[in-house]
T-cell receptor, first 104, second 114 residues
Framework: GIQVEQSPPDLILQEGANSTLRCNFSDSVNNLQWFHQNPWGQLINLFYIPSGTKQNGRLSATTVATERYSLLYISSSQTTDSGVYFC??????FGTGTSLTVIP | GAVVSQHPSRVICKSGTSVKIECRSLDFQATTMFWYRQFPKQSLMLMATSNEGSKATYEQGVEKDKFLINHASLTLSTLTVTSAHPEDSSFYICSGGGANYGYTFGSGTRLTVV
């Protein structure tokens, strides 16, 4: 199956800071998604982004399919952004996750 | 968007007993649902794809007789952990939806086998 690696594995930010999370995949994917899992375990879809760039409020994502990576940008981070961010190829292959802690 | 309801959110059972987890689609018809398992501080692992009216498709290494999946209607898929043992303790999550609705996740079930 496809290997999906994420970096960094852990990230601590001061509230208001910006960050970039990266997702590398071992093979071509055409259905890349980003998810956020809050500290209580609930998973929320953030983006379906097989290619190009999308923005939703303080979050944006860019996928460069030809180079097999995707980036998630978080601007002006808030404490509610804390949790684990996963990228995934469709519903099948999830990345290793980036654990984000935003401190006030 | 698609709304998926998962119950129970937390269950503690004795070793050797069976536990059923329900996943309901509230505002759409789910021909397919996905079941995942997540260990602490690890990623989600797809266990099986549940198909309405037919047998589930299990991922390699997942015991079919241990994790029974039933998807008898377009709004309900169930996962039964049979003869549970402490090593089955985990966080189980379902997901449903589709191209028209997007995919959403249930709130998860934390199973503890004692």
């Amino acid at each position: 199956g496809i290997q999906v690696e994420q970096s960094p594995p852990d990230l601590i930010l001061q509230e208001g800071a910006n960050s970039t999370l990266r997702c590398n995949f071992s093979d071509s994917v055409n259905n890349l998604q980003w998810f956020h899992q809050n500290p209580w375990g609930q998973l929320i879809n953030l983006f379906y982004i097989p290619s190009g760039t999308k923005q939703n409020g303080r979050l944006s994502a860019t996928t460069v399919a030809t180079e097999r990576y995707s980036l998630l940008y978080i601007s002006s981070s808030q404490t509610t952004d804390s949790g684990v961010y996963f990228c995934a190829s469709g519903q099948f292959y999830f990345g290793t996750g980036t654990s984000l802690t935003v401190i006030p | 968007g698609a709304v998926v309801s998962q119950h129970p959110s937390r269950v503690i059972c004795k070793s050797g007993t069976s536990v059923k987890i329900e996943c309901r689609s509230l505002d759409f018809q789910a021909t397919t649902m996905f079941w995942y398992r997540q260990f602490p501080k690890q990623s989600l692992m797809l266990m099986a794809t549940s198909n309405e009216g037919s047998k589930a498709t299990y991922e390699q290494g997942v015991e079919k007789d241990k994790f029974l999946i039933n998807h008898a209607s377009l709004t309900l898929s169930t996962l039964t952990v049979t003869s549970a043992h402490p090593e089955d303790s985990s966080f189980y999550i379902c997901s449903g939806g589709g191209a028209n609705y997007g995919y959403t996740f249930g709130s998860g079930t934390r199973l503890t086998v004692v």
